[in-house]
Protein backbone atom coordinates (compact mmCIF):
# COMPACT_ATOMS: atom_id res chain seq x y z
CA UNK A 1 0.00 0.00 0.00
CA UNK A 2 1.31 3.07 -1.11
CA UNK A 3 2.05 5.68 1.69
CA UNK A 4 0.24 8.93 1.15
CA UNK A 5 1.92 12.24 2.83
CA UNK A 6 -0.16 14.75 0.59
CA UNK A 7 -3.45 15.83 -0.65
CA UNK A 8 -5.03 19.20 -2.40
CA UNK A 9 -8.33 18.81 -1.13
CA UNK A 10 -11.01 21.71 -1.80
CA UNK A 11 -13.62 23.18 0.92
CA UNK A 12 -16.76 24.90 1.05
CA UNK A 13 -18.00 26.16 4.12
CA UNK A 14 -22.04 26.93 4.22
CA UNK A 15 -23.62 29.69 2.74
CA UNK A 16 -25.63 31.47 6.03
CA UNK A 17 -29.87 31.24 5.66
CA UNK A 18 -31.69 34.67 4.33
CA UNK A 19 -33.63 36.82 7.11
CA UNK A 20 -37.50 36.75 6.62
CA UNK A 21 -40.43 39.03 5.99
CA UNK A 22 -43.45 38.53 8.24
CA UNK A 23 -45.70 40.14 9.69
CA UNK A 24 -47.86 38.63 12.50
CA UNK A 25 -51.95 39.22 12.57
CA UNK A 26 -52.60 41.17 15.69
CA UNK A 27 -55.38 44.01 16.19
CA UNK A 28 -54.09 47.73 16.85
CA UNK A 29 -51.27 46.74 15.46
CA UNK A 30 -49.40 48.23 11.77
CA UNK A 31 -49.17 45.80 9.56
CA UNK A 32 -49.84 42.84 12.21
CA UNK A 33 -46.18 43.85 13.73
CA UNK A 34 -42.80 42.34 12.19
CA UNK A 35 -42.15 38.76 13.10
CA UNK A 36 -39.52 37.51 10.46
CA UNK A 37 -36.61 35.48 12.31
CA UNK A 38 -32.96 35.50 11.30
CA UNK A 39 -31.57 33.03 8.98
CA UNK A 40 -29.31 30.38 10.82
CA UNK A 41 -25.53 30.38 10.11
CA UNK A 42 -23.48 28.05 7.36
CA UNK A 43 -21.92 24.84 8.83
CA UNK A 44 -18.02 25.11 9.25
CA UNK A 45 -15.65 22.82 7.56
CA UNK A 46 -13.12 21.39 10.26
CA UNK A 47 -9.85 19.39 10.44
CA UNK A 48 -9.63 16.83 13.35
CA UNK A 49 -6.74 15.39 14.53
CA UNK A 50 -7.09 11.63 14.89
CA UNK A 51 -4.47 9.27 16.38
CA UNK A 52 -6.30 6.24 14.59
CA UNK A 53 -4.87 7.64 11.22
CA UNK A 54 -1.46 7.20 9.40
CA UNK A 55 -2.14 8.14 6.11
CA UNK A 56 -4.08 11.12 3.70
CA UNK A 57 -5.54 8.44 2.33
CA UNK A 58 -9.22 9.18 2.98
CA UNK A 59 -8.94 12.74 1.99
CA UNK A 60 -6.62 12.54 -0.72
CA UNK A 61 -9.37 9.83 -2.43
CA UNK A 62 -12.56 12.33 -1.06
CA UNK A 63 -11.36 15.62 -2.23
CA UNK A 64 -14.18 17.51 -1.51
CA UNK A 65 -15.75 18.64 1.37
CA UNK A 66 -18.76 20.92 1.66
CA UNK A 67 -21.01 21.74 4.68
CA UNK A 68 -24.93 22.45 5.20
CA UNK A 69 -26.11 25.65 4.20
CA UNK A 70 -28.02 27.45 7.14
CA UNK A 71 -32.12 27.46 6.84
CA UNK A 72 -34.32 30.61 6.24
CA UNK A 73 -35.61 32.20 8.54
CA UNK A 74 -39.47 31.88 9.37
CA UNK A 75 -42.83 33.95 10.63
CA UNK A 76 -43.24 33.98 14.59
CA UNK A 77 -39.85 35.27 15.38
CA UNK A 78 -38.24 31.49 14.32
CA UNK A 79 -34.57 31.65 13.36
CA UNK A 80 -33.38 29.05 10.47
CA UNK A 81 -31.43 26.22 11.93
CA UNK A 82 -27.76 26.53 11.94
CA UNK A 83 -25.85 24.55 9.09
CA UNK A 84 -24.05 21.24 9.79
CA UNK A 85 -20.91 21.38 10.38
CA UNK A 86 -18.26 19.06 8.38
CA UNK A 87 -15.57 16.94 10.29
CA UNK A 88 -12.46 16.01 8.72
CA UNK A 89 -10.12 13.51 10.59
CA UNK A 90 -6.72 13.85 9.47
CA UNK A 91 -3.28 12.08 11.12
CA UNK A 92 -1.51 13.50 14.04
CA UNK A 93 1.32 15.99 12.24
CA UNK A 94 -0.99 17.37 9.08
CA UNK A 95 0.25 20.50 8.27
CA UNK A 96 -2.75 22.62 5.96
CA UNK A 97 -1.70 24.85 3.87
CA UNK A 98 -3.72 27.39 1.03
CA UNK A 99 -2.78 25.85 -1.97
CA UNK A 100 -2.53 28.89 -3.75
CA UNK A 101 -0.45 31.02 -1.81
CA UNK A 102 1.30 28.05 0.36
CA UNK A 103 0.36 30.15 3.38
CA UNK A 104 0.63 27.88 6.47
CA UNK A 105 -2.94 27.62 8.26
CA UNK A 106 -2.49 25.03 10.72
CA UNK A 107 0.20 22.70 12.07
CA UNK A 108 -1.64 20.01 13.62
CA UNK A 109 0.57 18.69 15.88
CA UNK A 110 -0.96 17.00 18.35
CA UNK A 111 -4.09 14.98 19.85
CA UNK A 112 -7.03 16.35 20.17
CA UNK A 113 -6.49 19.10 18.22
CA UNK A 114 -8.83 20.66 15.80
CA UNK A 115 -9.10 24.29 13.34
CA UNK A 116 -11.96 25.53 11.29
CA UNK A 117 -10.22 25.33 7.41
CA UNK A 118 -13.84 27.28 6.10
CA UNK A 119 -16.26 29.11 7.76
CA UNK A 120 -19.45 29.01 7.78
CA UNK A 121 -21.93 32.61 6.18
CA UNK A 122 -23.50 34.41 8.92
CA UNK A 123 -26.93 34.47 8.76
CA UNK A 124 -29.46 37.11 7.68
CA UNK A 125 -31.80 39.29 9.61
CA UNK A 126 -35.12 39.04 9.54
CA UNK A 127 -37.62 41.93 9.36
CA UNK A 128 -38.04 42.55 13.56
CA UNK A 129 -34.44 43.26 13.61
CA UNK A 130 -35.31 46.64 11.83
CA UNK A 131 -37.82 47.89 13.67
CA UNK A 132 -37.72 51.65 15.06
CA UNK A 133 -40.16 54.51 16.27
CA UNK A 134 -40.30 55.65 12.64
CA UNK A 135 -40.60 52.65 11.37
CA UNK A 136 -42.69 50.06 12.80
CA UNK A 137 -43.62 47.65 9.90
CA UNK A 138 -39.96 47.26 8.53
CA UNK A 139 -40.20 45.23 5.00
CA UNK A 140 -36.89 44.66 4.74
CA UNK A 141 -34.50 41.21 5.60
CA UNK A 142 -31.12 40.73 4.96
CA UNK A 143 -29.57 38.01 2.99
CA UNK A 144 -26.99 35.46 4.40
CA UNK A 145 -23.01 35.72 3.52
CA UNK A 146 -21.55 33.08 1.55
CA UNK A 147 -19.38 30.64 3.27
CA UNK A 148 -15.62 30.20 2.45
CA UNK A 149 -14.17 28.23 -0.16
CA UNK A 150 -10.85 27.35 -0.30
CA UNK A 151 -8.31 24.75 -1.97
CA UNK A 152 -5.70 23.14 0.81
CA UNK A 153 -2.60 21.47 0.49
CA UNK A 154 -2.68 18.52 3.23
CA UNK A 155 1.08 17.84 4.37
CA UNK A 156 1.62 14.62 6.58
CA UNK A 157 4.83 15.22 8.19
CA UNK A 158 5.27 11.98 10.75
CA UNK A 159 5.72 12.20 14.79
CA UNK A 160 8.44 10.23 15.96
CA UNK A 161 11.12 10.72 18.76
CA UNK A 162 13.57 8.76 17.13
CA UNK A 163 14.63 8.44 12.89
CA UNK A 164 16.36 5.45 11.55
CA UNK A 165 18.47 6.56 9.03
CA UNK A 166 21.06 5.29 6.83
CA UNK A 167 21.65 4.40 3.32
CA UNK A 168 19.74 1.53 1.60
CA UNK A 169 19.64 -2.26 2.77
CA UNK A 170 21.30 -0.98 5.70
CA UNK A 171 19.16 -2.81 8.06
CA UNK A 172 16.68 0.16 9.25
CA UNK A 173 13.17 -2.36 8.65
CA UNK A 174 14.79 -4.84 10.10
CA UNK A 175 15.71 -2.86 13.67
CA UNK A 176 12.58 -1.03 13.51
CA UNK A 177 10.59 -4.72 13.61
CA UNK A 178 13.04 -6.06 15.99
CA UNK A 179 12.47 -3.57 18.72
CA UNK A 180 8.92 -2.84 18.50
CA UNK A 181 5.37 -4.27 16.96
CA UNK A 182 5.74 -2.86 13.61
CA UNK A 183 5.95 -4.68 10.57
CA UNK A 184 7.49 -3.55 7.14
CA UNK A 185 8.29 -5.09 4.41
CA UNK A 186 11.90 -6.55 4.69
CA UNK A 187 14.28 -8.04 2.08
CA UNK A 188 17.81 -8.05 0.77
CA UNK A 189 17.44 -5.25 -1.95
CA UNK A 190 17.28 -1.59 -2.23
CA UNK A 191 14.54 0.37 -1.73
CA UNK A 192 12.22 -2.29 0.62
CA UNK A 193 10.83 0.12 2.40
CA UNK A 194 9.02 2.83 0.29
CA UNK A 195 6.74 4.54 3.87
CA UNK A 196 8.49 5.56 6.70
CA UNK A 197 7.24 2.72 9.26
CA UNK A 198 6.61 4.15 12.84
CA UNK A 199 6.96 1.57 16.19
CA UNK A 200 6.68 1.89 19.65
CA UNK A 201 9.49 0.98 21.68
CA UNK A 202 9.33 -0.18 24.96
CA UNK A 203 12.51 0.38 27.48
CA UNK A 204 11.14 -0.49 30.93
CA UNK A 205 7.84 0.13 32.05
CA UNK A 206 6.84 3.58 31.57
CA UNK A 207 9.27 4.90 29.44
CA UNK A 208 9.47 4.46 25.89
CA UNK A 209 9.62 6.46 22.64
CA UNK A 210 8.41 6.44 18.93
CA UNK A 211 10.70 5.50 16.41
CA UNK A 212 10.27 5.60 12.77
CA UNK A 213 11.97 3.56 9.75
CA UNK A 214 13.14 6.81 7.15
CA UNK A 215 13.02 4.88 3.73
CA UNK A 216 16.94 4.42 2.15
CA UNK A 217 18.44 7.99 0.91
CA UNK A 218 20.78 8.35 -1.64
CA UNK A 219 22.90 10.98 -2.94
CA UNK A 220 21.27 13.66 -4.11
CA UNK A 221 18.31 12.62 -2.20
CA UNK A 222 17.73 16.49 -1.45
CA UNK A 223 17.24 17.02 -5.10
CA UNK A 224 14.47 14.87 -5.62
CA UNK A 225 17.08 11.34 -6.45
CA UNK A 226 16.01 8.13 -5.17
CA UNK A 227 12.92 7.83 -3.22
CA UNK A 228 14.54 10.09 -0.31
CA UNK A 229 12.91 13.77 -1.15
CA UNK A 230 9.47 12.38 -0.45
CA UNK A 231 10.47 10.88 3.12
CA UNK A 232 13.34 14.08 4.21
CA UNK A 233 10.03 16.16 5.80
CA UNK A 234 9.74 13.16 8.23
CA UNK A 235 13.08 14.18 9.61
CA UNK A 236 12.58 16.97 10.28
CA UNK A 237 9.72 15.85 13.19
CA UNK A 238 12.22 14.07 15.05
CA UNK A 239 14.38 14.68 18.23
CA UNK A 240 17.50 12.28 17.44
CA UNK A 241 18.79 9.79 14.91
CA UNK A 242 19.80 6.51 14.92
CA UNK A 243 22.13 6.32 11.56
CA UNK A 244 22.72 2.94 10.57
CA UNK A 245 25.86 1.89 8.42
CA UNK A 246 26.46 -1.68 6.83
CA UNK A 247 30.23 -2.16 6.85
CA UNK A 248 29.69 -5.21 4.63
CA UNK A 249 27.45 -3.91 1.41
CA UNK A 250 29.34 -3.89 -1.58
CA UNK A 251 27.48 -1.57 -2.95
CA UNK A 252 28.68 1.46 -0.67
CA UNK A 253 32.23 -0.41 1.18
CA UNK A 254 33.07 3.25 2.78
CA UNK A 255 31.53 3.65 5.93
CA UNK A 256 33.09 7.17 6.20
CA UNK A 257 31.95 8.38 2.58
CA UNK A 258 28.88 6.70 4.14
CA UNK A 259 28.11 8.72 6.92
CA UNK A 260 28.97 11.78 4.95
CA UNK A 261 26.64 11.08 2.30
CA UNK A 262 23.60 10.68 4.54
CA UNK A 263 24.88 13.90 6.83
CA UNK A 264 25.27 15.77 3.81
CA UNK A 265 21.67 15.01 2.60
CA UNK A 266 20.38 16.07 5.95
CA UNK A 267 22.09 19.56 5.98
CA UNK A 268 21.37 20.54 2.38
CA UNK A 269 17.81 20.09 3.24
CA UNK A 270 17.87 21.51 6.09
CA UNK A 271 21.26 22.74 8.24
CA UNK A 272 19.45 22.27 11.37
CA UNK A 273 18.89 18.62 11.26
CA UNK A 274 23.23 18.47 11.50
CA UNK A 275 22.38 19.60 15.33
CA UNK A 276 20.65 16.90 16.58
CA UNK A 277 22.00 14.10 18.57
CA UNK A 278 23.10 11.60 16.79
CA UNK A 279 24.06 7.64 17.41
CA UNK A 280 25.86 5.61 15.07
CA UNK A 281 24.85 2.01 14.86
CA UNK A 282 27.53 -0.63 12.71
CA UNK A 283 24.76 -3.25 11.73
CA UNK A 284 24.76 -6.79 10.91
CA UNK A 285 27.64 -7.38 13.01
CA UNK A 286 26.67 -11.37 13.12
CA UNK A 287 28.01 -11.58 9.62
CA UNK A 288 31.49 -12.54 10.52
CA UNK A 289 32.88 -10.06 8.22
CA UNK A 290 31.30 -7.38 9.54
CA UNK A 291 32.90 -8.24 12.84
CA UNK A 292 36.39 -8.02 11.38
CA UNK A 293 36.22 -4.86 9.64
CA UNK A 294 34.63 -3.41 12.81
CA UNK A 295 37.36 -1.87 14.77
CA UNK A 296 38.89 -0.50 11.73
CA UNK A 297 35.34 1.39 11.14
CA UNK A 298 34.93 3.11 14.42
CA UNK A 299 38.86 4.36 14.49
CA UNK A 300 37.54 5.70 11.05
CA UNK A 301 34.41 7.28 12.18
CA UNK A 302 35.96 8.85 15.35
CA UNK A 303 38.23 10.87 13.21
CA UNK A 304 35.05 12.75 11.53
CA UNK A 305 32.49 12.44 14.33
CA UNK A 306 32.10 12.82 17.87
CA UNK A 307 28.71 10.87 18.37
CA UNK A 308 28.68 7.85 20.12
CA UNK A 309 28.91 4.34 18.32
CA UNK A 310 27.89 0.79 18.64
CA UNK A 311 27.79 -2.56 17.22
CA UNK A 312 24.56 -4.65 16.78
CA UNK A 313 22.82 -7.13 14.83
CA UNK A 314 19.13 -6.75 14.73
CA UNK A 315 19.13 -10.79 13.22
CA UNK A 316 20.34 -11.89 16.36
CA UNK A 317 19.63 -8.56 18.90
CA UNK A 318 23.06 -8.43 19.96
CA UNK A 319 23.29 -4.98 21.32
CA UNK A 320 19.97 -3.84 20.33
CA UNK A 321 18.56 -3.20 23.94
CA UNK A 322 21.72 -1.26 24.73
CA UNK A 323 21.15 1.19 21.44
CA UNK A 324 17.48 1.61 22.37
CA UNK A 325 18.79 2.15 26.04
CA UNK A 326 21.15 4.96 24.78
CA UNK A 327 18.68 6.21 22.48
CA UNK A 328 16.20 7.15 25.85
CA UNK A 329 19.14 8.45 27.54
CA UNK A 330 19.83 10.65 24.92
CA UNK A 331 16.44 11.93 24.34
CA UNK A 332 16.40 12.86 28.12
CA UNK A 333 18.86 14.69 28.31
CA UNK A 334 18.44 18.99 27.98
Known amino acids: MKFIDEAVVEVQAGNGGNGCVSFR ?23 ETDEG ?3 LMDVKFHRHFRAGRGGHGLG ?33 DSYPLSCVVAAGGKGGKGNMRFTSSTNQAPRKATKGTEGER ?9 LADVGVIGLPNAGKSTLVASVSN ?18 VVSVKKGAGFVIVDIPGLIEHAHEGAGLGFQFLRHIERTRAFIHLIDLIDPAYPDPVKNYKTIRGELGSYNEALL ?14 DAGELREEAIKALKKVTKSAIMCI ?11 MIEAWKTLKRP
Open 25 to 47: REKYVPMGGPDGGDGGRGGDVIF
Open 53 to 55: LTT
Open 76 to 108: KQMYGAAGKDVIVRVPVGTIVKDAGTMEVMADL
Open 150 to 158: RKLMLELKL
Open 182 to 199: ARPKIADYPFTTKSPTLG
Open 275 to 288: ERPEIIALTKMDVP
Open 313 to 323: SAATHDGVKEL
